[in-house]
């Protein structure tokens, strides 16, 4: 399962295990919820993503979330996804960090990219949050609240998700 995906466009590495809880292993478990079938819930408090599934159960991913300040919460959609995409800071992420500004007009995709292998990006009617789910490396990061308010799933499991997701897809983050 997190094996090395060397057909990737940027082959991926094996994820190094020592470093990743079995308890956020991806995995199919039994998940009774009044969401339709082909909703993304995230479960904050447990650093959990769920996708659920017909019959009572969900495809459940571990996931790093937002640390103190930078969390959202809410219901929204999946407007669409990107293969590798270009990772461009918003502007208050500059003000934060100046050594970003290098990446004012993008970062190219790869395995360096904050973006990583996957992004699917989370709308509120027509407004884009500025927030995702992406891919990351680091699996050190997952079940802690690490990132600026993106959901972080390993590259591995990002790709496994964003193959399943479809674009207009709910997502409920709480």
Sequence with gaps: ???????????????????????????RVGYPTPEEPGTIVVDTATYYLYHVEDGGTAMRYGAGLGRAGFAWSGRGRIAYSREWPVWTPPQ????????????????????DNPLGARALYIHQGNRDTLYRIHGTGEAWTIGRA????????????????????????PIVVS
């Design 1 to 27: 399962m997190y094996a090395s995906l060397p057909e990737e466009k940027f082959p991926v590495p094996p994820v190094d295990l020592r470093y990743l809880d079995q308890r956020f292993y991806r995995r």
């Design 92 to 111: 208050e992420m500059i003000e934060r960090q100046p050594e970003l500004e290098k990446w004012s007009n993008g970062q190219p995709p790869g395995l």
């Design 146 to 169: 690490v990132s600026s308010g993106c959901v972080r799933l390993l590259h591995h499991d990002v790709i496994h998700l964003a193959d399943r997701v479809k674009w207009g897809s």
